[in-house]
């Protein structure tokens, strides 16, 4: 059941993109009026799958890459529905296509050998609350920063003076949001987790170092927007690094750089 | 001196720093840290092996590399925030404070690690069932049981090991299970599951009569395979040794072998199984610095999204 459910989100996210590349290459303004819905249907979708594992476990079910996968494209999915929902102008249009992409990307990994999809119970220490806070708060911040990505980048390419800046309002928005999110899960849960599991908060895992960076390079994102010359372009360049750091810090060293967190 | 603060409440040299640190910290993920400077002279050309021990790169988060850039970032933070106080303090109508919590959490957590780093100090130990250890000069430990529970499929499940605790020989708490995730906490030290070990030994007679005390991981050859003792059983409520043959390095069958049953010119007499915990003692006398930090920088993360907001509203 769970399989069929995350076969017919990806076959939803798939069709919703197709939807609003078709809508973005006609002339009109107007977008789509169906393909958040079906992001809507693919997040509880995904939510379900989540919720199946967790019960077939008894334990949240975000342990391994494969629901690390489901749960990061139910979350970029959901995001994505509400961007729809509050925001109306031309650049949501093009972020809501990002945000669907990287979904729709996400879900064809957790498909990939990559994430082996078999069911297995937590080893002991991933037996914690502090985890789970630490993967849920991670991701919910991480989908913010696929927003302000695809935001970045219409920002960087856009020649209309009010999309750039309208652009920018969204990027800043959306880092201004994920960033306490993402402190709170990937930072202060992650090293309260590693307190009670091993009685050691910090102890500079590639992971733990690829997040600190991470959120260091979002740090000065935000700093660059108090420094006139640095915003705009600098900072979109910038917020754009910052997102190609959370992706390695999830894919690069679970694949590349041995440590800690072989499990996910 | 007013040049050297405004140099240090700069925002252009938090930026600066802030990359700097994060160029660093990202060279020092390729560079696997900690090993002995042999494993760098084999792996590396001479060039850069001598720039990895010149610059200190193999252990870089105690290196004048990683300091010196936090200790400019600290000063900058630190100032920063003064001086953001000092001016709202004159100019009354400047009431987003959410940043200056931030920055001061920031400063917080650095002097908390400082303290983790100056000292943290931790101790690994085994215990058998029954032996006492002793924790600090007042706390000690006696091991009741250890338990080792798996799931069907064979993971492990927990580690959970019983102790009592006594202060100063008094009887303080019955029947603690410390397990991973679930450490004991005394005053001033943290007790943590972190190992196990087993020390099963197998009892075997061979064909003349001779009897040989073997342990996991020992074995005995047969023909052109050898046989590895890998684990103590439970089958069908009978205790069996679990073997594993290997032909080179491959794998290639495995046997339960109950007591009186015999493999090659071997029979199984006896079977004890002994499983041993391995506890970790960990003193850090940095971690409640930490946690105010944490607890200071999620507030303030927080006053200043809220406060962005209503500014925004307005």
């Keep these: 059941m769970a399989q069929a459910f995350a076969t017919t989100a990806l076959i939803l996210i798939a069709t919703a993109a197709a939807l609003q590349i078709a809508f973005l290459m006609r002339k009109g303004q107007t977008a789509d009026p169906v393909s958040q819905w079906m992001l809507l249907a693919s997040s509880l979708l995904l939510l379900a799958v989540t919720v199946d594992r967790s019960v077939r476990i008894s334990f949240p079910a975000v342990t391994n890459t494969y629901e690390s996968l489901v749960f990061f494209s139910a979350v970029v999915c959901a995001l994505a529905f509400v961007l729809r929902l509050v925001m109306k102008s031309a650049v949501t249009r093009f972020v809501l296509l990002g945000a669907t992409i990287f979904a729709l990307a996400l879900l064809m990994i957790s498909s990939s050998p990559l994430a082996p999809r078999h069911i297995q119970p937590p080893i002991p220490a991933l037996q914690s609350l502090w985890l789970v806070l630490h993967v849920t708060f991670s991701f919910i911040g991480e989908a913010f920063f696929v927003v302000s990505l695809v935001s970045a980048i219409v920002q960087l390419v856009s020649r209309n003076v009010e999309r750039k800046a309208e652009a920018d309002r969204i990027t800043y928005t959306s880092v201004a949001i994920g960033y306490p999110i993402f402190t ?13 599991a091993w009685g050691q908060w910090w102890s500079w895992d590639p992971k733990e170092t690829w997040a600190l960076i991470t959120w260091l390079v979002y740090t000065a994102y935000l700093h660059t927007r108090l420094v006139r010359r640095l915003r705009g372009g600098g900072s979109a360049v910038l917020a754009i690094i910052g997102f190609a750091f959370t992706l390695f810090t999830f894919f690069g060293v679970n694949f590349l750089l041995s440590g800690l967190h072989s499990y996910g | 001196m007013h040049v050297l603060y405004r140099f240090l409440k700069s925002v252009r040299l938090a930026i600066v720093v802030i990359l700097l640190i994060t160029a660093l910290s990202l060279l020092s993920t390729l560079v ?11 792996r590396y050309s001479p060039a850069l092996y001598g720039l990895i021990a ?17 200790t400019i970032f600290a000063l900058n933070l630190g100032v920063c925030a003064v001086d953001r106080v000092v001016r709202r303090a004159r100019m009354k109508t400047q009431k987003r404070f959410g940043p200056d919590i ?61 102790v009592d605790v006594l202060r100063d020989g008094v009887l303080e708490a019955k029947a ?48 052109d395979s050898v046989w590895y003792l890998a684990d103590v059983v439970e089958d069908g409520g009978i205790q069996k040794a679990l073997l594993q043959q290997y032909r080179g390095n491959v794998l290639v069958s495995i046997r339960k072998l109950a007591v009186a049953e015999s493999l090659g010119q071997y029979t199984l007499v006896r079977v004890q ?17 930490v946690v105010v930090g944490a607890v200071l920088l999620a507030c303030g993360l927080l006053l200043t999204f809220v406060q962005n907001r209503s500014k925004e509203i307005a």
């Design chain 2, 32 to 42: 696997p840290q900690g090993r002995e400077s042999e494993f760098y002279r084999t």
């Design chain 2, 273 to 289: 199984q002994n499983l041993v915990t391995g506890l970790r003692t960990v003193s850090d006398p940095g971690f409640s610095t």
């Design chain 2, 176 to 223: 603690f299970p410390i397990r991973v995730n679930h450490p004991l906490r005394l005053k001033g030290v943290s007790v943590y599951q972190a190992t196990w070990e087993n020390q099963s030994t197998f009892l075997f007679r061979d064909t003349t009569g001779a009897e040989t005390t073997a342990r996991i991981g020992e074995g005995f050859e047969d023909s």
């Design chain 1, 184 to 196: 709170a899960g990937a930072l202060i849960f992650g090293a309260i987790w590693a307190e009670v």
């Design chain 2, 54 to 70: 010149a610059l200190g790169f193999n252990r870089y988060f105690s290196s004048a590399l990683f300091l010196v850039p936090v």
């Design chain 2, 102 to 162: 931030v920055h001061m959490a920031l400063l917080v957590l650095i002097a908390g690690g400082l303290v983790t780093t100056l000292g943290r100090t931790e101790k690994d130990f085994v215990m058998s069932q029954g032996q006492k250890a002793e924790v600090t000069p007042h706390y000690s430990i006696k091991l009741l049981s250890f338990e080792y529970l798996k799931y069907e499929n064979g993971s492990p499940r927990a580690w959970i090991s019983i």
